[in-house]
């Protein structure tokens, strides 16, 4: 094998080693010895400057990056190439979290360059804690659960919500909630989640003790009542620990998805997924973490509007390939399966794609014979554009990273 541009390449990945990660998730996914000494949250496959994937042939080494700068139309494709100015427009992760991620939400593209742009003009470090833009694009992602996954997604219906409140904070929140009838939807879930952000501490402790109060009693019926004691025994004191009353609280099981569009106010509780996203790090919190919070930025790139968490399954575009639909222009996640007598074959012409084997052993054979090559759980490869079409055989089921033509079903 060679580090060129027509050829199929095995990634080395790095891993993010972030508080609420997992000691034997990634590990046992890459065949690594576990527990590990410092939890492991993340593993990136793509080429974001911040940690690009690295391609090891022998003696000589390339990050995916510096690959992709020296050929980009043969890596990308030329469609891709020219969309997205040279660059590869996704990133795929393996995103394992034993505890609960912060509240958060991205910016969308506009928001993204114009604070990439002023935190650079005021001269804040790229890895400066208190940074919120580290790069200058938007970041809509679809995260698709391996194992049973728990997260909140996207505001409650104003009723739904006032239900809740009701229900966990009758005492705290009666006054704001009989002020949101004269408001739009819109209007009263500004409101009410500006106030919550700003309440005095004495008040937070009260609505805190107040819910918690109400969800031990229900316990363990209710898993809003579970989520709520869990959140507090992790982050005690902070308002965050209130997202599942005000935001849906969804269960994947492993295959199920959902898409989560710039501005979604979201956070991941527990559970290992499949992350797809556009190339961006950029990500503004709320609450449930000791980082960096704005809420003032915060406030400004939220979608205040109620949204359904759009849980979704694959959907069959050939016999050994199912793809999650979403209006993503960057990505498409897709998930092949292929067993005895029911190999995968690639279409001729194609543009970049990022493979992850997740089960079994598969052999990947382009028409170059140089690029034959066996896979078990927990390879992954680049497959450029140049490379042509190529084969899977074997008993394995991947998940595929690409990006969607204009005017396919990626969408």
């Not at 010895?33 to 000589?60: N, Q, R």
């Not at 030329?78 to 427009?89: G, I």
């Not at 034993?98 to 001269?123: W, Y």
């Amino acid at each position: 094998m060679t580090i060129g541009a027509e050829n199929v390449q095995r990634l080395n990945n790095p891993v993010q080693h972030y508080a609420w990660g997992s000691r034997t998730a990634i590990a046992d996914l890459t065949g690594r010895t576990h527990p590990t000494s410092k939890p492991e949250a993340e593993m990136w496959m793509g080429a974001h400057p911040k940690s690009p994937s690295m391609i090891v042939d022998g003696d000589h080494s390339a990050s995916l990056k510096s690959l992709i700068d020296r050929f980009p139309e043969e890596i990308l494709g030329k469609s891709v190439s020219r969309r997205f100015d040279r660059q590869l427009p996704f990133l795929f992760k393996v995103l394992a979290a034993a505890e609960p991620l912060s509240i958060q939400a991205h910016p969308n593209r506009v928001q993204a360059r114009r604070g990439f742009d002023r935190e650079n003009q005021a001269g804040i470090p790229l890895d400066a804690p208190h940074r919120n833009y580290r790069d200058a694009n938007h970041k809509p992602e679809v995260i698709c659960a391996l194992t049973e996954f728990w997260g909140v997604n996207g505001f409650r219906t104003i009723d739904d919500l006032q239900r809740q409140l009701g229900q966990f904070c009758p005492g705290t929140f009666a006054k704001i909630l009989a002020s949101l009838q004269a408001l739009s939807p819109n209007e009263a879930l500004r409101l009410l989640f500006e106030t919550m952000l700003n309440m005095p501490t004495t008040e937070k402790e009260r609505a805190i003790s107040e819910a918690i109060a109400r969800a031990e009693s229900n316990r363990p019926q209710d898993p809003i009542s579970s989520w709520l004691i869990k959140l507090q025994k992790a982050y005690p004191g902070d308002i965050g620990i209130l997202a599942p009353v005000i935001l849906n609280l969804v269960c994947l099981a492993p295959g199920q998805a959902m898409y989560l569009p710039a501005g979604q106010l979201h956070a991941y509780l527990d559970g290992v997924g499949i992350e797809l996203m556009a190339n961006s790090d950029n990500v503004l919190r709320g609450g449930l973490t000791p980082k960096h919070i704005d809420q003032a930025e915060l406030m400004r790139v939220l979608l205040f509007e109620p949204r359904d968490p759009g849980v979704m399954t694959a959907q069959a575009v050939s016999p050994t390939e199912a793809r999650y639909i979403t209006p993503a222009k960057e990505f498409c996640l897709s998930k092949v399966t292929v067993a005895a007598g029911k190999s995968h074959a690639s279409p001729e012409q194609r543009n970049v794609e990022i493979l992850l084997l997740m089960k079994g052993r598969a052999t990947l054979k382009t028409g170059n014979e140089a690029d034959t090559l066996m896979l078990q759980k927990g390879d992954s490869v680049l497959v450029p554009a140049a490379a042509g079409g190529y084969r899977l055989t074997g008993e394995a089921v991947i998940y595929k990273a690409t990006v969607p033509e204009p005017g396919s079903r990626s969408k």
